[in-house]
């Protein structure tokens, strides 16, 4: 009779204490469930609290920098002075987008935008005239001796698969550009190392095609020094004919930046450089951004 009535007991408390845990284990998952929905979806890394900003929320806007297009202008071995500006650029981490070259200029360009470094650019192309300070300008074995140098040091890959965009100019009755995905396999339709059928001067009037290169800002080189009395040219084009690193805006078209390197004044370019490079760069960069 006691072992039965302490069996029931037992049974009675074991019954009991289940159920208890039951019900405690249930509260627990619903006050989990209360408490998950009360906590507000808010970004961990954010200082926005519960009540509005728990600190002072800073926003920054980002400036939308100009794109920049370096032409160069026609000139034959003054056309290395262009390197030097492209240097002064780098050095203030100004970025060129687009480069190209009328005349002459478009091999410094053509190397330029293979993104060999600029020094290596003025040694090759140092080297060539050098070798050829004995031969005619223009002359046949001149012409095809340049021809082997573009050759041997121009790859169309290169220039294709580089984040410099090459444009070409074209000339026919005016002045055209084409990009470098337009580029013909032959390289004397694309790089003009002869001037003959080009008139160096007059096509730097068609300021409508530089106009229309897809950048924000077009620094022309000039190196072309005489001023030429056709009365057909614009006061663009005679704007260009000034001294040694003149800088002139055009008023009318401040997407076009001009700068003068006369080449009148080619036998002290070296002390005119030193002097006033640095600050001629300065000025560039403001006006381009």
Do not use: H
């Amino acid at each position: 009779m006691n072992r039965l009535f302490l069996l029931n007991i037992f049974l009675v408390l074991t019954f009991s204490c289940a159920n208890r845990t039951k019900l405690i284990d249930i509260a627990t998952v619903d006050v989990g469930l209360i408490n998950e929905k009360e906590v507000p979806d808010i970004d961990p890394k954010s200082k926005v609290g519960n009540y509005g900003p728990s600190g002072n929320v800073q926003r920054v806007e980002e400036t939308k920098k100009n794109s920049l297009g370096v032409l160069i202008g026609p000139g034959l071995y003054g056309s290395l002075k262009a390197l030097d500006i492209l240097s002064c650029l780098e050095r203030s981490e100004v970025k060129v987008q687009l480069i190209s070259g009328i005349g002459f200029s478009s091999v410094v360009a053509s190397l330029y935008a293979m993104n060999i470094s600029l020094e290596r650019i003025k040694w090759l192309l140092t080297n060539q005239m050098n070798s050829l300070k004995d031969t005619d300008i223009f002359s046949e074995e001149w012409t095809n001796s340049w021809l082997k140098f573009l050759s041997k040091n121009i790859d169309l890959k290169s220039i294709k698969l580089s984040d410099k965009s090459l444009w070409f100019a074209q000339v026919n009755d005016d002045l055209k550009f084409a990009s470098k995905y337009e580029m013909s396999e032959e390289w004397e339709k694309n790089i003009m190392i002869s001037s003959k059928n080009f008139l160096l001067k007059k096509k730097l009037s068609y300021e409508k095609a530089i106009d229309e290169l897809p950048v924000d800002k077009i620094l022309l080189l000039n190196f072309l020094s005489e001023i030429n009395s056709d009365e057909n040219l614009s006061e663009f084009a005679k704007g260009l004919y000034r001294k040694t690193y003149s800088y002139i805006p055009k008023e009318s078209n401040d997407k076009i930046l001009l700068l003068n390197l006369n080449q009148d004044k080619i036998s002290d370019f070296g002390s005119v450089q030193v002097n006033q490079l640095s600050t001629v760069c300065s000025d560039l960069r403001s006006k381009i951004e």
